[in-house]
């Protein structure tokens, strides 16, 4: 029997992040830094990781941890930018990582009909960042995640989103399908990697505030998704948080294949007000 301590720990684990320099990816970096992991956080923009990792340090130290946090520059929505990545996290990890999270994201919507230029160019943007690298870049780190200790397999989290699981109204019909997509990539990823003892598992956020669902936020006001969600809130640092532990812990050992929904309830439909509903 293990004390909730030790069974949700990630002390001393070493944990690769892609877009951990802000939003979501950095709520997951800071909780894993807070908990004695040591964080490797990924992106494009060099002054946004190095702020991120000096909060990193600080958060850990705060919590009486003493923890390796390192950036790395990079643009990995190509498989050449996903293996460079892993071979220079494997680098600053002494030839070993303890748990992936390909968090790095991309959205874009037009409506249907509208008859854009842009619709090649947003559709493969979101498919290479969403879908493709994550299969590019967990196939390039998973000599770096084999565990040999069945207690303690690695692990890769993927991050999907509510709506890959039920169609929404907003225009974004690339983004929704690379969010169904990476899903089921997860699944069909879990089997291959439990053969080197490695799990792997989808995180499906609800409605987070970020700088990505500020822009999906012209559709609705962050008040209004909040009020229709039926949890009534939007997902905050501990509801990401707390999904990444118990998926990278031992109390997530023996999980895998499994799209975790965290999302205040926006799964069985946002609650749509009526307008005469009060009367
Ligand atoms: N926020 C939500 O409500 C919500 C809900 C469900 C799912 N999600 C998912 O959660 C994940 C994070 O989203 P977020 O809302 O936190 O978005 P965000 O605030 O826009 O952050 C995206 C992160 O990815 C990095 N990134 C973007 N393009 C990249 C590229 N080509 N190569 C490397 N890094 C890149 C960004 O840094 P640089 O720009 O510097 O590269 C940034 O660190 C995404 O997968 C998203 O789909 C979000």
Redesign the pocket.
Known sequence: MSAISSLFSVASKSVLI??????????FAKTYAANGANVT?????ED??REAAKELGEVSAANGHECKHTYLV????SRE?CEELAAAAGEANGGSLDVLVN?????WGEPFARKSGRMNWGFDKVL???VK?PFYLTHACMDLLASPDRAEPGRVIN?????GLTPQSAPTHA?DAS?AAIHHLTKKMSVDLAERNITCNAI??????????AQ?GTYASFDDIAKQTPLGR??NEDDMGGAALYLSSKAGAWVTGVILNVDGGAVGGLQIKLADEDE
């Open positions: 892609t877009g951990g320099s802000r939003g979501i990816g950095l709520m956080i990924a992106a494009r923009s946004v990781l990079g643009d990995s929505s930018g968090n790095a994201g991309a959205a290479d960042l969403n690298a991050v999907g989103s509510v709506v983004y969010k499906a956020p609800g409605f987070v505030p970020s700088k990505m669902s999906l939007l997902g």
